[in-house]
């Protein structure tokens, strides 16, 4: 008999565990998750798991170590009661842009990260659009990265753009970007649109951690409708001035694609009052209040329930990367 699924939550984004749990159809687990007055995370699983298939649904968005830490807290829990397997469901992966020794002297968080989250006692790792694919290589678990691509196709093809160019924010972005123009060129022929998706590349060069500026625009983009894609937004800052760089440049209309929305500092306010049409953003981070107008939510939960309906009952997850 195959064990007993069980979904829970962490504090990180208890609303998108919420949807996930109700597109399964389930409740989500009883479990407190408090703080002793020094700041310290107490958890107590308040139902049986003993010989249970848990998940546990908590991005490690804003404020980062505490929900990495609280994370960490409960899967510990759940193994110390017996669990059968513990899933990490991380549908934002924090430290993910700290891959790599690019400087002396500096840490690859991302993978003390990940040793973390092993060593706490996750047995599988569930997650969407990695801000570097070899972040999978850093764990010795199974890892499913999900693309938000075919959700934010649909939303673009909404928008009855004939001429289309997809555009990466960086030279690293090329292979995210041909991927989504192939993919909107097939949805493009199915609904029996003419005409390539071409794609074009933002070069630009980083001042420091939060800032970086747009240079150049490699491809072409005069008199077209321009679709830029990328993994996280932050203060917004590069999205803002490459959507100015697009149009200065010939583009009718440009908007954007995000994964995922950390838009920190007065990132809103700068999206707003940009030349932006629309930015789209999944539901991975928790909006703050106030967050409208541009920025349009695209949901992810129903993909993450079809997921972990997929690794509960040991069926391949391969067709929902390709939106079918």
């Known amino acids: 008999m195959d064990p007993q699924r069980l979904i ?9 565990a919420r949807a996930v749990a109700e597109a399964l159809g389930e409740a989500l687990g009883r479990m407190s998750v408090d703080r002793f007055p020094d700041g310290e995370v107490s958890v ?16 490690t968005s804003t404020p980062v170590n505490e929900n990495l830490m609280e994370l960490m807290i409960i899967i510990d829990a759940l193994r110390r009661a017996s669990a059968y397997r513990v899933t990490a469901v991380v549908p934002y ?7 790599r020794k690019d400087q002396p002297r500096v840490p690859i968080t991302a993978k003390l990260a990940a040793d973390l989250l092993t060593r706490a006692g996750a047995e599988r790792l569930l997650t969407m659009d990695l801000h570097a694919g070899q972040i999978q290589g850093f764990f010795d678990i199974p890892v499913d990265n999900l693309t938000a691509a075919p959700i934010f196709a649909k939303a673009v093809m909404a928008l009855g753009y004939e001429e289309l160019v997809v555009a990466s924010p960086d030279v690293g972005g090329v ?7 192939r993919r909107l060129e097939r949805m493009r022929e199915e609904a029996g649109i003419d005409g390539p998706v071409d794609f074009a590349i933002v070069d630009k060069h980083r001042k420091g ?10 491809g072409e983009v005069e008199g077209k409708n321009v679709v830029m894609i990328d993994d996280i937004v932050s203060t917004g800052g590069s999205l803002v001035e490459a959507a100015a760089l697009l149009l200065d440049r010939g583009a009718l209309e ?35 209040p106030g ?11 129903p993909l993450f329930a079809e997921a972990i309906d ?3 009952r040991n069926r391949s997850i391969s067709r929902l990367f390709d939106g079918r």
């Not at 829970?8 to 998108?16: C, I, L, V, Y």
Request: aromatic letters at 10%; glycine letters at 8%.
């Open 8 to 16: 829970f939550a962490g504090t990180g984004n208890p609303e998108f």
């Open 44 to 59: 107590k699983v308040e139902v049986n798991v003993r010989g249970r298939d848990c998940f546990v649904i908590q991005p």
């Open 310 to 312: 997929a690794i509960y």
């Open 209 to 218: 951690p939060a800032e970086v500026a747009a240079v150049s625009i490699i």
């Open 175 to 181: 292979k995210n970007a041909r991927y989504f123009a």
């Open 291 to 301: 967050v409208a107008g541009k920025v349009k939510v695209c949901s992810v939960a």
């Open 254 to 288: 440009v908007v954007a694609v995000v994964t995922h929305p950390i838009l920190a500092g007065d990132a809103v306010a700068k999206i707003e009052n940009s030349q932006l049409e629309a930015l789209f953003v999944t539901d991975t981070i928790p909006l703050g």
């Open 93 to 99: 992966y924090g430290y993910a842009r700290q891959d």
